[in-house]
């Protein structure tokens, strides 16, 4: 049986406390499917490069609903590790779909 796993996890914040500030996340797959040459990958990725795979899946859907993100809240109640933490289970959730 093929199995494809992804992972979401090791965040990480660059420019902490200025104004450009901006949070990565490393994208781990792993799979056994015959499909991918590579069977397992690491990447890290932005939200805004999250946004931009939702658009192409969008414009390529057809019919197929496809799964919404995490909000992109400029104002959060709470702490910083909270609402990067909340980001990372909600983009787990968008690729596990």
Not at 14 to 25: F, L, M, P, R, T
Not at 59 to 84: C, H, Q, W, Y
């Amino acid at each position: 049986q093929e199995l494809t796993t992804v992972r979401v996890q090791d965040p990480r914040v660059h420019n902490e406390g200025s104004w450009n500030s901006y949070v990565d996340y490393k994208i781990f797959l792993h799979t056994n499917s015959k499909a991918f040459t590579a069977k397992t990958s690491c990447v890290r990725r932005r939200y805004r490069e999250f946004a931009w795979l939702r658009r192409q899946l969008q414009r390529n859907a057809g019919l197929v609903p496809v799964p919404e993100l995490p909000g992109k809240s400029g104002f959060f109640v709470g702490s910083t590790d909270e609402f990067i933490e909340r980001r990372r289970r909600g983009l787990q959730h968008f690729l596990e779909r």
